[in-house]
């Protein structure tokens, strides 16, 4: 989408949501780095077992990987590395929702008295930062930084346009740009799932004609089917922590109610229609929200 005199973009939403969006991402990178990494020693440790014989030397890098892996199993067991990825996601989203209620002048800023819409969206973002444990240093920058509680000039200015401009300024750029996005992430979903379910079924094939050669072939070498039993098992472990599938699924289907939502055309733009319209566009973001927490908490 071109920027236009009514646009409202990611660079234009408070600073708290740019904070716990960046402090989300940073976390699922992380988590899903270590928890990768896990699956890569298992991997390595596999591969060596090949050539142990008479290197005594791979034993002592085994020992070593195992080890790691241990710790690792610690870390992701006692570490709260996921809890507060989830936290700072539903965070970002709810600071993004309230920006937007708060643009359109929809509930809860429904007030005239500008200073008092303000001050509600205040209060709003505070709770937000309080109601969670493991939002306690966001909620400590929240106290302390006076610049992070300030609303950007460009969403106090667009409460003041008309109703109709208000409508269209919500539908695309936060109707159609939502859409789109779940457009993309299901489809992206859909095809890593596919890819990596592929070569989770091919890696066990392959393992079970090694398994059936070194049966039949006993004068044979020893194939190397454990590591492929091993890379199976990897793939499959990637393929249920990423829930490839069942995202894939959840973003269709609310794709497909925007869709439906977006439809819809009052007989005339008003505040109360462009509230109701936002109040059910806003519900749907927030089901799929709470399906995806949910699903990932599971």
Not at 73 to 85: E, F, H, R, V
Not at 162 to 175: D, G, H, K, N, S
Not at 252 to 259: G, L
Not at 275 to 285: D, I, K, L, P, R
Request: hydrophobic share 45%; glycine share 2%; net charge neutral.
């Amino acid at each position: 989408m071109e920027p236009s005199p009514l646009s409202f973009e990611y660079k234009d939403l408070p600073a708290l949501f740019h904070l716990a969006d960046s402090s989300a991402v940073k976390k699922q990178r992380a988590y899903y780095g270590v928890l990768l990494l896990q699956l890569g020693l298992f991997l390595l440790f596999a591969i060596l077992s090949l050539f142990t014989k008479g290197n005594p030397s791979l034993i002592l890098v085994q020992i070593i990987s195992l080890t790691i892996i241990f710790v690792i199993a610690i870390y992701l067991l006692i570490s709260k590395t996921m809890a507060q990825w989830y936290s700072f996601r539903a965070l970002a989203e709810s600071v993004k929702t309230l920006s937007w209620r708060f643009v359109t002048k929809t509930s809860p800023f429904t007030e005239t008295d500008e200073e008092k819409a303000r001050a509600e969206f205040d209060t709003r973002l505070t709770e937000l930062c309080a109601q969670d444990p493991e939002l306690k240093i966001v909620l400590a920058v929240w106290e302390a930084d006076p610049h992070i509680r300030l609303i950007p000039q460009k969403m106090i200015d667009l409460r003041d346009i008309a109703p109709e401009q208000r409508w269209e300024l919500y539908r695309t750029w936060r109707v159609s740009d939502q859409l789109q996005w779940y457009q993309r992430k299901a489809l992206r979903n859909k095809r890593r799932y596919l890819a990596f379910t592929a070569a989770y079924v091919l890696s066990l094939f392959l393992a079970i004609i090694l398994l059936i050669l070194n049966y039949v072939i006993a004068s044979a070498a020893v194939l190397p089917f454990d590591v492929l039993v091993t890379l199976a098992t990897t793939l499959l472990t990637w393929i249920q922590a990423k829930r490839f599938s069942e995202l894939a699924s959840t973003y269709h289907q609310t794709s497909r109610e925007i869709e439906h939502l977006a439809l819809y055309e009052p007989p005339e733009i008003t505040d109360a229609a462009l509230s109701e319209f936002v109040q059910n566009t806003e519900n749907a973001f927030s089901r799929e929200h709470t399906t995806w927490f949910a699903r990932k908490s599971s």
